[in-house]
């Protein structure tokens, strides 16, 4: 059975730092495309960043120069480090994973999904 775990969310001063960890298990995704999605409250779940099973990176454009992603092929881990967090940021974090070719902002092309984790960033 394919699982996704996060870890790494919690409660942070705007201007403050986290990182979120996703740990998937079951299956190699080596191969898979990994990335961050998140969801604010009323408002849809939206791609933050994700990478390639080549290394190729895409970033939303409000978290570009603050966020970073990063992935350990041989561990099926992927990460997320969040930097000048904004109260904006706040939402659920969800990790998934893709086995399309190309990066897909649409959320109906990922195959798997983490539970998620809250990030709360306070003003």
């Known amino acids: 059975q394919v699982q996704l775990g996060e870890s790494g969310g919690g409660l942070v001063q705007a201007g403050g730092s986290l990182r979120l960890s996703c740990a998937a298990s079951g299956r190699a995704f080596s191969n898979y495309t990994m990335g961050w999605f998140r969801q604010a409250p009323g408002k849809e779940r939206e791609l933050v960043a994700a990478?390639?099973?080549?290394?190729?990176?895409i970033y939303a454009d409000s978290v570009l120069g603050r966020f970073t992603i990063s992935r350990v092929y041989a561990k099926n881990t992927v990460s997320l480090q969040m930097n000048s967090l904004k109260p904006e940021d706040t939402a659920v974090y969800y990790c998934?994973?893709?086995?399309?070719?190309?990066?897909?902002?649409?959320?109906?092309?990922?195959?798997?999904w983490g539970q998620g984790t809250q990030v709360t960033v306070s003003s």
């Open positions: 998934a994973a893709s086995s399309a070719n190309v990066i897909v902002r649409d959320q109906r092309f990922w195959d798997y």
């Open positions: 990478m390639s099973s080549g290394g190729t990176t």
